[in-house]
């Protein structure tokens, strides 16, 4: 028969065991071999203390040894409770694994926080040295005479490190002492809250042992009568000084006692009070690496075919081992609380009490039953294995899954995972939710979106923009991305203009994309973090069904829960795809240069609120700030909070769809640190954050015109937009404006669009040219100027002489590049004058290709970026119409920037989409 399998308990227990053995061997060896170091400077081991102590010491420390080992192992045993998680060591994780670990060992995680960081190192590191000079001294004892290695130099040196150590570690438990128990000003709010008497113990317990040591090393100075080489016990001997050397035997071994009997303490308080984090904080770093991404949520089996009978967490043993190890993991430090945001507006969640009274019902329904995570008032009682005997629904329905808890926990207990499995639980076994989750429910598993609006309403944003290919659901997808809209970039209209926004830099861009529009469902995002699995399921499959059947590999999308569910929690339902948030790939656009920024121009202090889904669950923090940096004159400013600290805006884990009636509202506690940057725009890149934030900035009463709230997106398209009317203004000047004068070539119209004022006698020289200009912007000498309403002096007076701008008549009309022509308003028709001069056949370009003209000559120059010169050159070549602008192709196009010296400007300012807008507004 095969003998029962060794659990990690027993191995709890066998390390115990053997760690107790091998003290006892330490003391039993020495006893046959009699090795001795005859050095004059050393120290002797047990020096002045009797034989019937030392048999005590050799007694109790294996048997206390063996004791906390056995109650750390009853604490594992409650672990092992929990279900199943995969937290093995591989090739692939053990880097990540040990990187983790390191970063807790060293406190880098907890010097997040300087202060606290330092007053845990101070106490840390020097209680590890002190551990070492410890064993090194009985290393050192085991030896034999000839391979003793502890005295002269490196006796002293050992000497100084363990004195320096010691002094180190008093430092950090008065520090520690300080911030729990001294004036207000020195204790976190966070701190003072949660103390109980084993704190006080715990740290007098420390106190002892450092003070203790240094007591009996004085006194041992002190009987060897102080000799020379002991000064190099920094602390120990300046203290002998103070006391006789004749008659300090006793009280040498009354500090020396002392001493041990407060490393005994030490030892049993590990299992039975907070003091067990020491050992399972860094295991819990260690384990920190797991097997699904960071914004993911546990996978659950298929709801349609499981046949589980229980779904979430309700019971100790609903939780994994691993979620049950981090209430034993948890410093009670109270980090998670200090950066909630429920918490910050009056809400009943609390991070920390999340883990804690986890903990308690794991504790209180053990077998046997242990101490809680943190002692607890007596007249609290636990009569059930559920976590709801401590746990209200309330706070776990006020968690906005911010995921600010996890990210800020120094040693990463995963406490939104507990809460989103709670909420499971309440969901799908209860129906214990808000009520007016239940009508985002019903909308989301009728109409396929948490607004409850007709599918066939999903591409109504696109009816005003041109080029947009919505794809059926059932066809193959040939295009290179697929834009997922996502439920609010559809329906809500504020971020309608977001959507609109996106597709039109991707237009410019020249991306290929199509989106879906009716064929698209809501993500499921809503669904599941509010516990809903099986909505989630049944539109998260039918997703990944269109998708995978149409081929879909690349997917952009401007919804940060879009983008996390996509990529992070489709692949648990088989759909694996490319997936990009549009700050990423905008960043992208910009950097490489698809995306023109030429001119693109916003002079506004802009602060940038962080997505929590795109951030804390993604790790995208720098793509939107990049993408509004590239921006020329925008002054980037940060709140209070930014990056990994940054404030939720209040909607994330279904909280968009429910009612705020506690406390202050947390987006318009967002929105009052954002106001208070004195920023000019608040820039966001989430349509939930978009709303919340416009919300609450309304809410304080602050009017758009003081404090504006875009999308990154709209405000790229703002900037670069508004860059080229700036460029275009500053090239045209309004036909009225020019105010001729009898000692000017024009008035203040002229000198604004950079006209040289010139004395009317000046001569000008042909050969001033720029030999390089096209006749563009006047007809040949040899053929009657066109006249020109208002443009020139009367007759009777000779036309004044302008430079680079009129030549003589008897000369042949050199050409001007297009874009110093500035001598019409922009909308001017200079298509459809009678008196213009006209040709028998378009001059022969090569590659280019025109529809014949139908119809009367439209005013082709109000296209954006194109000049009057440009129109006059385009009607020289037959191109009179707007449809015959919409209707050029490449060859042509790429001809017709070539034969107006235009390169690249038809493409990037879209003349044939923009042909197709005037046409329709015709």
Not at 339 to 365: F, Q, S, W, Y
Not at 626 to 655: D, F, H
């Amino acid at each position: 028969m095969e003998g029962k399998p060794i659990k990690p308990h027993h191995l709890v227990v066998g390390l115990g065991v053997g760690i107790a053995l091998f003290t006892v061997a330490s003391g039993v060896v020495p006893l046959f071999t009699e090795f001795e170091d005859e050095s004059s400077q050393t120290r002797e081991v047990f020096e002045n203390i009797p034989g019937a102590v030392k048999l005590a010491f050799y007694t109790v420390v294996p048997i206390v040894l063996v004791v906390g080992a056995f109650f750390f192992s009853h604490r594992v045993k409650n672990w092992q409770r929990g279900t199943p998680d995969n937290r093995r060591t591989s090739a692939d994780n053990v880097k990540r694994r040990l990187a983790d670990f390191r970063a807790g060992v060293y406190m880098q995680t907890l010097l997040r926080e300087k202060g606290a960081g330092l007053m845990h190192s101070l106490i840390y590191f020097p209680f590890l040295v002190l551990l070492g000079v410890t064993t090194t001294l009985e290393v050192n004892h085991q030896l034999p005479d000839g391979a003793k290695f502890l005295h002269g130099g490196v006796y002293k040196g050992y000497s100084a490190v363990g004195d320096i150590a010691g002094a180190l570690f008093v430092v950090g438990v008065v520090w520690a002492i300080l911030r729990r128990y001294g004036p207000p000003a020195m204790r976190p709010y966070r701190i003072r809250t949660k103390s109980k008497p084993e704190h006080a113990l715990i740290l007098g317990v420390f106190l002892t042992i450092g003070v203790t040591g240094f007591m009996a090393e004085a006194y041992r100075i002190a009987l060897e009568g102080r000799p020379d080489f002991e000064k190099w016990s920094v602390i120990g001997y300046p203290l002998s000084g103070l006391f006789d050397s004749g008659n300090n035997s006793g009280w040498h071994q009354a500090w020396w006692v002392a001493h041990v009997l407060a490393f005994v303490a030490f030892v049993l308080l590990v299992p039975l009070t907070m003091l067990r984090h020491m050992f399972t904080s860094p295991l819990n770093m260690y384990l920190r690496d797991r097997d699904r991404p960071k914004g993911a949520m546990k996978p659950m089996p298929n709801l349609m075919e499981t046949e589980l009978e229980s779904f979430g967490a309700s019971t100790i043993e609903d939780f994994t081992w691993k979620q049950l190890l981090d209430t034993d993991a948890c410093t009670m430090c109270g980090r998670c609380t200090s950066v909630c945001p429920a918490n910050a507006t009056g809400k009943p969640l609390d991070p920390r009490e999340i883990v804690l009274k986890t903990g308690e019902v794991m504790a209180a329904t053990g077998s046997p039953v242990v101490t809680p995570p943190l002692s607890v008032d007596a007249d609290i009682t636990i009569s059930a294995n559920s976590v709801f005997e401590r746990i209200t629904s309330e706070e776990v329905w006020a968690c906005t899954t911010c995921k600010a808890c996890d990210e800020i926990c120094p040693v990463n207990i995963e406490i939104l995972d507990k809460i989103l499995d709670m909420r499971r639980y309440l969901s799908l076994m209860e129906s214990d939710f808000p009520t007016e989750l239940g009508a985002a429910y019903r909308s989301m598993e009728n109409s396929g979106n948490p607004w409850g609006m007709s599918q066939s309403e999903r591409a109504d944003w696109a009816k005003d923009l041109d080029g947009i290919t919505v794809i059926d659901g059932g066809d193959p997808f040939e295009a290179e991305y697929l834009y997922w809209v996502g439920c609010a970039g559809s329906f809500d209209d504020k971020n309608k203009k977001v959507t609109q926004s996106m597709a039109k830099l991707m237009q410019r861009s020249g991306i290929d994309f199509a989106i879906l529009g009716p064929s698209e469902n809501c993500t499921g995002d809503p669904a599941r973090r509010s516990g809903n699995e099986y909505i989630f399921q049944m539109l998260a499959m039918q997703n990944v069904e269109t998708l995978n059947t149409m081929g879909v590999r690349k997917i952009i999308t401007q919804c940060p829960h879009c983008f996390n569910t996509l990529a992070n929690e489709y692949p648990q339902l088989g759909g694996h795809y490319e997936v990009v948030h549009h700050s990423q790939f905008l960043e992208t656009l910009i950097s490489s240069g698809r995306l023109d920024m030429t001119g693109a121009r916003l002079d506004e202090r802009v602060v940038y609120h962080d997505s929590c889904y795109l951030g804390r669950h993604n790790d995208v923090y720098l793509a939107p700030r990049k993408v509004l940096g590239s921006l020329a004159g925008i002054q980037l400013v940060e709140a209070e909070r930014n990056g990994t600290k940054g404030m939720c805006c209040g909607a994330g884990g279904a909280r968009m769809w429910m009612e705020e009636t506690i406390g202050t509202k947390v987006n318009d506690e967002r929105s009052r640190e954002l106001i208070d940057t004195h920023a000019d725009r608040i820039a966001t890149a989430c349509p939930f954050c978009y709303v919340m934030m416009d919300d609450g900035v309304k809410g304080h009463g602050v009017e758009e015109d003081t404090v504006r709230v875009t999308d990154i997106a709209m405000t790229v398209l703002e900037a670069v937009e508004a860059g080229e009317r700036s460029v275009v203004e500053s090239r045209l000047v309004p036909v009225g404006d020019f105010s001729w004068s009898s000692d000017s070539s024009g008035g203040d119209g002229a000198a604004r669009a950079g006209v040289p004022t010139l004395d009317r006698d000046e001569a000008i020289e042909v050969g001033e040219l720029a030999p390089d200009q096209a006749a563009a912007e006047h007809p040949p000498a040899s053929e009657p100027a066109p006249e020109v309403e208002a443009e020139h002096p009367p007759a009777s007076e000779p036309a004044p002489e302008v430079e680079a701008e009129h030549p003589p008549a008897s000369e042949p009309a050199p050409e001007v590049e297009a874009e110093a022509a500035g001598s019409a308003p922009e909308s001017a028709d200079l298509t459809d004058d009678s008196d213009a001069p006209t040709q028998a056949e378009p001059p022969a370009v090569t590659g280019l290709t025109v529809v014949p003209a139908t119809g009367d000559p439209d005013p082709i120059s109000e296209i954006r970026s194109m000049s009057p010169a440009d129109a006059v050159r385009l009607n020289e070549l037959g191109i009179t119409t707007f449809a015959q602008i919409a209707a050029l192709d490449d060859a042509s196009i790429e001809a017709l920037e070539e034969a107006l010296e235009l390169p690249g400007r038809i493409r990037r300012f879209n003349w044939v989409g923009q042909a197709k807008l005037l046409m329709n507004q015709e």
